[in-house]
């Protein structure tokens, strides 16, 4: 709320103005009233008698329209503020959650959570600004003008406001259950909607419209079930509300009444009482409503809040520096890492790559290689040992350096809904074209870019859809060429292209490797056959450490892979592994594995 405290003390000052002027001219009314029927031998003119209680009704009026207008400008210049600054802090703060935590939530709900908190956020304090505190004032001037005209007037009225208020806010509550098994059914709707049109494409081939709409209204039944519960609760809250309103009136009036007619007091008093009761039931009514919305926003904005202000998985140390990579030396020392406890995927894992070093990683499925560098990216943190960059422990430096001097191909990148080049200056902000062009030549994007009819200014769809995946992959790499971080990792970055755009990338690729150190994660042996070393995943362990030539003249794990790679690829698991070599599967395998000298 910093920035933000004199608007709302001072929309606090004018809705405390508008409210009190509201509720005062049933007063002034009284007050003309009894300047009409006083028999006091004036001869003055009506005007000229009423002039006081005359302008005090004028200037009733026209402060109320004054302070309310006033007000109105207020929020207009802090509503729209204060909304953006609630989504700026909560988005600057959700940007730096792990990657842990963003595969724990969808993208969609996390945006959506946003922008409803930063909604809530204002809807609660308009309700507390808007709502309750001029009902508070209202409820405040009317007793006080009450208690001052008799004190049974008075009594009577706070003694109907502290109940109404107290069972608005009690049926407010008593609802609220209702009311959110009413948003639950109605998010789940919207939720079977978005996957149903997700999966358009399904239900086109297998002709599912009709199953889908079936399957939908099931969900829709349950709203329709729920939504009546609740507006059914809504409808006693009315009856209460229309029942209190009436006591309010018929007790107000026979109270003034029986006070006037014991001469206690005058008429203009009895116009203002019942003046004032109609006021406060304008000003009280759905006050059950009101409460229930607030439960709502506070309840959204507690959501949001439990949901995006968790403390962040990965920080930087108070002490952290920026790195600074001179030769690119990548050292796992003894890490021990898991995802999930007692499940450990490296248990004492140590290796050193050495600057400038090509190094392959293969391995079946699940064997540990995108754990490996999503741990030198420090994507995750290891429970024990450190990996080292150049000498330094990672923990120790800033991430956005890290970040900075590490560049990462994945093996199916996802681009912004903005233009190629936006794409690729992404790399580095302040690249010019002529370096956007040359990477994209480099990764032989800018013949297709070149095509388009909007060249580099083309829009690429949502992650990127419009591009087929082998443009989305070059585009990618267009990136990383342009960033020209000293060190780079490469996940299967060509694996969607076609032979012939492969062999002319990777021809750049291995320019644009100069003298970096780069790590190649591989499905095919044959894009790191010809790199400077090759290491051998299974299950978390580096069963394998060589050349090329070396791992096959060892005749292990490796050259068995080697030899029985179909179609370019590796077999995925460890039983098509065991099924293509014939053995009982994980005892031979493992043996074989035994046989085969580990790096480690
Ligand atoms: N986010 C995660 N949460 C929990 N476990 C995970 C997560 N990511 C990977 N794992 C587990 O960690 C182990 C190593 O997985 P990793 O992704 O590093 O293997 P990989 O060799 O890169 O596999 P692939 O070749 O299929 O990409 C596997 O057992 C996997 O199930």
């Known amino acids: 709320m910093g920035g933000f405290r004199g608007w709302l003390l001072l929309m606090l000052i004018l809705e405390t103005g508008q409210a009190a002027s509201n509720i005062l001219v049933p007063y002034a009314i009284g007050q003309i009233i009894d300047g009409v029927t006083a028999a006091d031998g004036n001869a003055a003119p009506l005007i000229e008698r009423l002039k006081t209680p005359l302008l005090l009704f004028a200037a009733l009026n026209v402060a109320e329209i004054l302070f309310s207008r006033a007000s109105g400008a207020c929020l207009i210049v802090a509503g729209p503020r204060l909304r953006q600054r609630t989504t700026e802090m909560l988005y600057a703060y959700l940007q730096h959650h792990s990657v842990r935590y963003f595969s724990g939530h969808f993208a969609g709900a996390l ?14 304090v308009w309700a507390v600004l808007f709502d309750f505190w001029p009902i508070g004032v209202v409820f ?3 007793v006080t003008l009450l208690l001052r005209t008799h004190a049974d007037l008075g009594g009577f009225v706070a003694a109907w406001v502290l109940v109404y208020v107290g069972v608005s806010f009690w049926l407010a509550k008593r609802c609220r259950p209702y009311a959110q098994d009413y948003a639950e059914t109605r998010s789940q709707v919207n939720g079977k909607i978005v996957d149903s049109v997700t999966n358009i494409l399904n239900v086109k081939l297998f002709a599912r419209f009709y199953h889908e709409r ?16 609740t507006f059914w609760y809504m409808e006693r809250v009315r009856w209460f509300q229309f029942l209190s309103a009436a006591a309010l009136k018929v007790g107000t009036i026979y109270f003034a009444l029986k006070l006037w007619d014991q001469g206690l007091i005058g008429v203009g008093d009895f116009a203002m009482s019942a003046g004032l009761a109609l006021l406060i039931i304008g000003d009280a009514r759905n006050l059950s409503r009101r409460f229930l919305e607030f439960f709502e926003y506070v309840g959204n904005v507690s959501n949001g809040v439990t949901t995006i202000v968790k403390p ?12 600074r990579i001179s030769r690119g030396r990548i050292e796992f020392r003894d890490v021990r890492f898991s995802y999930v406890p007692g499940q450990c995927v490296f248990d004492g894992l140590s290796v050193v790559i050495e600057p400038g070093q090509r190094v392959g990683l293969v391995g079946f499925s699940g064997s540990g290689k995108s754990s490996f560098v999503g741990l ?14 150049d000498g330094t422990d990672i923990a120790h430096v800033t991430q956005d350096s890290l970040h900075e001097q590490v560049s990462l191909i994945p093996q199916d990148p996802t681009l912004f809904h903005r233009s ?3 794409n690729i200056r992404y790399g580095r902000l302040d690249a010019d074209h002529a370096d956007i062009a040359v990477a994209a030549r480099m990764a032989r994007a800018d013949e297709f870019i070149e095509g388009m009819k909007d060249g580099y200014e083309s829009l690429v769809g949502e992650r990127g859809v419009k591009l087929s995946g082998g443009q989305r992959q070059r585009i990618a790499i267009a990136r990383v060429m342009v960033k020209d971080a000293p060190i780079l990792i490469l996940d299967e970055a060509t694996s969607s292209l076609d032979s012939i755009t492969e062999k002319a990338i990777q021809e750049n690729l291995d320019l644009a490797m100069g003298r970096k150190t780069v790590i190649v994660v591989a499905h095919r042996l044959s894009t790191i056959a010809h790199l400077d070393r090759i290491l051998v995943f299974d299950r978390g362990r580096i069963v394998e450490d060589g050349n090329h030539e070396e791992l096959l003249a060892a005749k292990g ?7 029985m790679q179909a179609g370019g690829f590796l077999p995925d698991t460890r039983q098509e592994f065991s099924a293509y070599t014939g053995h009982t599967p994980d005892a031979q395998l493992d043996a074989t594995l035994a046989e085969a000298s580990p790096a480690e």
């Open 312 to 323: 962040h998985d990965i920080v930087d140390a108070p002490e952290a520096q920026p790195l």
């Open 111 to 124: 945006a959506h959570r946003i922008t409803e908190t930063a909604m809530s956020v204002n809807h609660t």
């Open 420 to 422: 190629l080049k936006e």
């Open 376 to 389: 030198i990216l420090r994507y995750y943190e290891p429970q024990g040992g450190q990996v080292l960059i």
């Open 214 to 229: 079936e399957y939908l209204n099931r969900y829709l039944e349950t709203e329709v079930k729920a939504g009546r519960r």
């Open 140 to 142: 405040a001037v009317s």
């Open 557 to 563: 794990f490796y050259q068995k892979l080697w030899t």
